[in-house]
């Protein structure tokens, strides 16, 4: 009989005797436990897909706990019997539903419950202190032993093992807080991995991101971090650290204790930290009151960066909207309009925290979900540490081992790099985190073949749209979107960089390497392309608010460097920006952007301004006001009215002149007007049709106002 369905004294039973016994508290290792291990690893191996007979076993028996567990503690003087302990563990770990064949045992009523709970009891092992101590300890020492030489491939495997059966633990939904005495008031997630924090994991990972076989294991890496950060808002992190960067930044920049600086040191260092604040939205008083004065940038004539400029009055280049000119016409320099193109700015950083959150199952752990709850201030520092630590030191290498291996081919668990970059490229903003650090991650390469997964992705997923498989393929694509929408914010801060560093020559630095990126990016004009065509082709009834949200401001931080460094540099004067306006003036673009404004009581203000600029662009500069003159956009402009919600006098001209303009419009061509909003081949429309369609939209109220009852 074999070995994993023999019962009683045999199999399994004999085996695990001979692993070890407890002499007091202390577990002893036996002289044939490295056999036994060997043993119960081969036939974890090649075990029957099917029944998965041996894992049956081995929960029943509580292998677990009695014997493997000690075993990863107690064998700190073996590296052989741990290096087996941990890859067994990592097996068995697996969560249930990613097993071959667990489709079957549903339908056959095979007993899951002891496979779910074998995971859950190791989990709850492993809130015990001791095991984080043993796996940092061992890992540590791994690097130690052969230092600059090439780590062999029995210890490459318990290094890779280690993070996986770490990943998969803290991927277990079962969560019983207060169920063990170490828990107390937390979870056992929260517990597990303070635990690995305290021990020194961050300085392990950041090693481990240095060595040459970092390849090896880069996906556990990447995939334990995703799981650990999920739900997880960097909001929280980025506050915490502004404030923690506060003495540093005064020892390093003046060298002086923060007791014995001068009245002005502290004025300039408290600039940085107040800066730092406004663009995290610290402050949740700024609201309506301060969005409206505060929702434009001028790139061409040079305003400052970290400003909207709201300007009122005689414009060459803006709507001109008078209360003595009952007609309300746009008073626009075509001249001038040609040269210039506003868009909005509006603290990028304020973006990032995403209020409509992605409602699917997640697929496993990638997401960019936020959380308000609040945590230990303690584990809350742990955390920050980490993914601070990651971003400067280990993010770059990642990407380069991405871009070294993949040549074209990206393998399903880069998916978790993508994650990466675009939860870590938001630390950017906090002060010590340099350009160079993460150069890598935001190059002109990088974008390039992100952008071409991103497309690759979208195809893929359109072919899949009646599949079981389609949100795992969505899941995919708002992870890349994500991405390049932090890329291009990343640079954008950089290229803009007065308050990331009081550092003159390292801010021109910053400075002149964002522009080298964009001039690069300006050589290839697809990734302006792409946004084109994923936003015209954006269905709302099965895609997310925050895939569109990611979208539209990923184009307008591409749009916004792209200027910036045209008014700044003749050589890049071959690539204009009206053409590439031209192409989202469109109903079905417009249709997508509308729908993103029917959230503005939910979005941040720099995204209604957002959208709200290009509707200008696409009005006036490119002059196709008709694609504005929909149902769905004139609803959203009437709710906005009826709401008094605030915008900047720029955007309120704009829904001013468009309903004003669509008013005449009904007036003189009923026809017409019905056509654009019905998107109707009718042609019997009569007077009440257009009257019934105002009165829904709520515009009745505009067009007797202006031109008398229709």
């Not at 692993?19 to 007091?24: E, R």
């Not at 107040?274 to 939205?281: C, F, S, T």
């Not at 150069?439 to 359109?462: A, D, H, P, Q, W």
């Amino acid at each position: 009989m074999e070995w994993h369905i023999m019962t009683g004294d045999g199999g399994l039973n004999a085996v695990s005797s001979n692993l070890g016994y407890y002499m007091g508290n202390v577990y002893v290792v036996s002289e044939s436990c490295e056999e036994s291990l060997e043993e119960i690893l081969t036939n974890l191996q090649h075990e029957d897909k099917r029944k998965r007979n041996v894992r049956h076993s081995i929960a029943i028996s509580q292998l677990i706990k009695t014997d493997l567990i000690p075993i990863l503690i107690f064998s700190d003087n073996d590296p052989t019997v741990f290096s087996l302990c941990i890859r067994i563990l990592a097996k068995l770990s697996t969560p249930i539903e990613f097993l071959d064949g667990v489709q079957q045992w549903k339908e056959n009523g095979s007993p899951l419950q002891e496979l779910q709970n074998m995971v859950f009891d190791l989990k709850k092992s492993f809130t015990d202190q001791r095991v984080a101590e043993a796996i940092v300890t061992e890992i540590r020492q791994i690097m130690e032993d052969f230092g600059e030489e090439a780590v062999p491939q029995v210890q490459i495997d318990t290094i890779q093992s280690s993070f996986v059966l770490l990943g998969n633990i803290l991927r277990s939904q079962h969560d019983k807080a207060n169920s063990g005495k170490q828990c107390k008031s937390m979870g056992q997630h929260e517990q597990i991995i303070r635990n690995f924090l305290e021990e020194g994991f961050s300085q392990v990972l950041v090693s481990l991101c240095k060595r040459p076989e970092l390849k090896h294991w880069m996906t556990s890496i990447l995939h334990l971090l995703c799981v650990i950060f999920k739900e997880k808002p960097v909001e929280v992190f980025i506050q915490s650290l502004a404030e923690d960067r506060r003495k540093s930044l005064a020892v390093t920049l003046w060298g002086s204790e923060e007791n014995t600086m001068s009245d002005k040191d502290n004025t300039i260092e408290d600039a940085i930290i107040e800066n730092l604040r406004h663009k995290v939205k610290l402050s949740e008083e700024d609201g309506a009151s301060t969005s409206s004065e505060n929702t434009r940038i001028d790139l061409a004539n040079g305003e400052e960066e970290n400003r909207i400029d709201v300007v009122n009055g005689d414009r060459d280049n803006s709507i001109n909207v008078t209360n003595d000119d009952r007609e309300n016409k746009i008073n626009v320099d075509n001249e001038e309009r040609e040269n210039r193109i506003d868009l909005v700015n509006a603290d990028r950083e304020n973006s990032e925290s995403d209020s409509d959150s992605r409602q699917s199952d997640d697929q496993s752990t990638l997401s960019y979900v936020s959380s308000s709850s609040s945590w230990d201030p303690d584990y809350s520092a742990l955390l920050q540490d980490l993914a601070y630590a990651f971003t400067r030191n280990g993010l770059n290498r990642c990407s380069l081992e991405f871009k070294e291996t993949t040549r074209g081919i990206c393998p399903v668990e880069y998916t978790y790099l993508h994650w990466a970059i675009g939860y870590c490229l938001q630390f950017s903003q906090v002060p010590g985190v340099q350009l160079q650090d993460i150069s890598e991650s935001v190059s002109s390469g990088m974008i390039s073949c992100l952008s071409y997964l991103t497309l690759r992705m979208f195809e893929v997923y359109t072919c899949a749209q009646k599949c079981e498989q389609a949100d795992i393929f969505f899941t995919r694509l708002c992870i890349l979107a994500k991405a390049l929408r932090e890329m291009f914010t990343t640079l954008s801060r950089y290229l803009n960089d007065n308050c990331n560093t009081i550092n003159q020559d390292v801010s021109q630095d910053n400075r002149n390497t964002a522009i080298q990126i964009i001039k690069q990016i300006l050589q290839s004009k697809n990734v302006y392309d792409m946004y084109v065509l994923l936003i015209r082709k954006y269905n709302p009834e099965t895609e997310t608010v925050e895939y569109l949200k990611d979208l539209v401001m990923g184009n307008t931080e591409l749009i916004l460097m792209t200027q910036h460094v045209m008014n700044q540099d003749d050589s890049v004067a071959d690539f204009q920006i009206k053409p590439h306006i031209e192409k989202f003036a469109s109903f079905e673009v417009m249709a997508s952007y509308s729908h993103l404004l029917s959230k503005f009581a939910d979005n941040d203000p720099v995204v209604n301004e957002a959208t709200l600029t290009m509707m200008f662009h696409v009005a006036a500069d490119v002059n196709k006001i008709e694609t504005l003159y929909q149902a769905s956009i004139l609803t959203t402009f009437s709710n906005i009215w009826e709401a008094n919600f605030s915008l900047s006098q720029h955007s309120e001209n704009l829904i001013d002149y468009v309903i004003q303009q669509f008013c005449e419009m009904a007036q003189s061509d009923m026809e017409r007007s019905a056509y654009l909003l019905t998107k109707s081949e009718k042609k019997q429309i009569n007077r009440a049709f257009i009257q019934c369609l105002a009165l829904h939209m709520g515009l009745y109220p505009v067009l007797s106002l202006h031109k008398g009852e229709i």
